[in-house]
């Protein structure tokens, strides 16, 4: 899986085609060259402020939105490193609350890549490596890390043992890395998922998690007893009790009387929010206020995820009152989550666009009832299926008919407006084109 990143700023493109040039241009999984690199470094990763890192295949950033708008609303100062990017590249790296500036980052990355020029390291290796300098040189109170693939060899994973570790929602992703043939590891996909996302728990450390079929449930408490660790999992530990736009959180540590409410819609976000306070609530001293978690939760915010476009150049396309959705899903895991929060919704107009290695038909098989019109599109800049194989691969095993390729994400607006009756607007499958989309809707992340 490759990585790709452009900036309007000249010295931090200088940067990032000096990259694409140094790095072995995909993903490589394992801590050796991250290692050397930030020994390289002065190990920056050894002076980070209170750090909660957080695995899984979906929710993990909207996890680490909530954890970041918790702390901040209890006044702290927070890092956070986050990935992909939607828009600009900036997006991965915010320091004390702020994402990181041209100039420091442009700055950042060259010293990472005078370091490492000849450990052939990966995009991620070098962002991540960039990120912990950031992080050690600029005060904060508190430090949130987002895995990018994985847990056990992901680049993150070069950080001591964290005041707290996260485990959000399991599916199967990622599958020739993450399901690589390797002695010693479960052979049933789902328990290694899980055995691999379980690699970030580390002695001593508490870790709350989501809850989840027995066999996966096992493969992580084994990981905890293995490594002496604390487990705080959903169910057990704590619970969350839907109840129309709000929730009730409730645990043995204590529980939260008054309810909560989200502006990202779906109980899957509940549950992330929910994940989130109880990683607070297992960190030592000083926790947020029940007053602080209820702000946060209500201020958190993760763009591309179930996300309602406001005015802009591709929401003018069409005709006035249409709501146009945005959300980053690309898996059978959030093509389930993404039906559960459109089950209340008359069918929209779909918009999609997958990578090549995504499961297409597993991804919208979950939503198939929600579907009113289908419209292929590819994503630029990266391998993605072709808009005529996607719709004959929905109109085949979804049994679909209105299935429309078009060329790009406004072709599909402007067919809609033009062919189609009056309903909403989904556009989905990946995080790449939501960034496209925010892009071209001028809706850039702050």
């Known amino acids: ?55 899984g295949t979906n929710g993990k950033g909207s996890t680490c939105a909530y954890l970041r708008a918790i702390l901040e609303a209890q006044g702290h100062r927070v890092h956070a490193y986050t990935s992909p990017h939607l828009v600009r590249f900036n997006e991965r790296i915010r320091l004390a609350g702020t994402l990181i500036d041209d100039a420091l980052l442009a700055t950042l990355l060259e010293e990472v890549l005078d370091e490492g020029a000849d450990l052939q390291a990966s995009f991620f290796e070098v962002t991540t490596a960039a990120a912990f300098l950031a992080f050690a040189r600029i005060p904060a109170d508190d430090c949130v890390i987002e895995v990018g693939l994985g847990g056990r060899l992901d680049a993150t994973n070069i950080i001591p043992p964290p005041a707290v570790a996260g485990i959000a929602s399991l599916g199967i992703d990622h599958e020739a890395f993450l399901l690589a043939p390797e002695a010693g590891t479960p052979g049933n996909p789902a328990m290694r998922i899980a055995w691999e996302k379980a690699g970030i728990i580390k002695p001593g450390t508490p870790v709350a998690t989501l809850a989840y079929p027995p066999h996966v449930r096992d493969t992580i408490a084994a990981k905890v007893a293995e490594v002496g660790a604390t487990l705080f999992p959903e169910g057990d530990g704590w619970t969350v009790q839907a109840s129309g736009d709000a929730f009730r959180w409730t645990s043995k540590l204590g529980s939260i009387a008054e309810p909560l409410r989200s502006q990202m819609i779906g109980t899957h976000q509940m549950r992330n929010a929910g994940l989130a306070i109880a990683m607070l609530h297992l960190a030592a001293d000083p926790q947020p206020t029940n007053a602080a978690i209820a702000q946060g939760i209500a201020d958190a915010f993760w ?15 069409l005709p006035d009152g249409t709501e146009v959705w945005l959300d980053g899903g690309h898996n059978p895991d959030a093509g389930a989550a993404l039906a559960t929060a459109l089950n209340d919704r008359p069918p929209l107009h779909i918009i999609c666009g997958l990578l090549r290695n995504k499961d297409a038909a597993g991804f919208l098989r979950p939503i198939a009832d929600r579907i009113a019109s289908f419209q292929a599109v590819p994503i630029p800049g990266h391998e993605h299926h072709d808009p005529r194989d996607l719709c004959h691969s929905v109109q085949a095993d979804l049994g679909i008919p209105d299935a429309q390729p078009c060329d790009d994400v406004t072709a599909a607006l402007r067919h809609i407006a033009d062919h189609r009756p009056p309903a909403d607007v989904l556009i989905c499958g990946s995080l790449y084109l939501a960034g496209v989309v925010l892009d071209l809707n001028d809706e850039w992340p702050i």
């Open 1 to 55: 899986m490759a990585d790709h990143a452009h900036s309007s700023d000249p010295a931090v493109q200088a940067q990032l085609d000096r990259l694409a040039a140094l790095s072995p241009g995909r993903d490589i999984l394992g801590l050796e060259r991250i290692g050397e690199l930030c020994a390289r470094l002065g190990n920056p990763q050894l002076q980070l402020p209170r750090t909660f890192h957080v695995a």
């Open 303 to 317: 763009p591309g995820r179930m996300q309602r476009l406001g005015a802009g150049p591709l929401t003018a396309l």
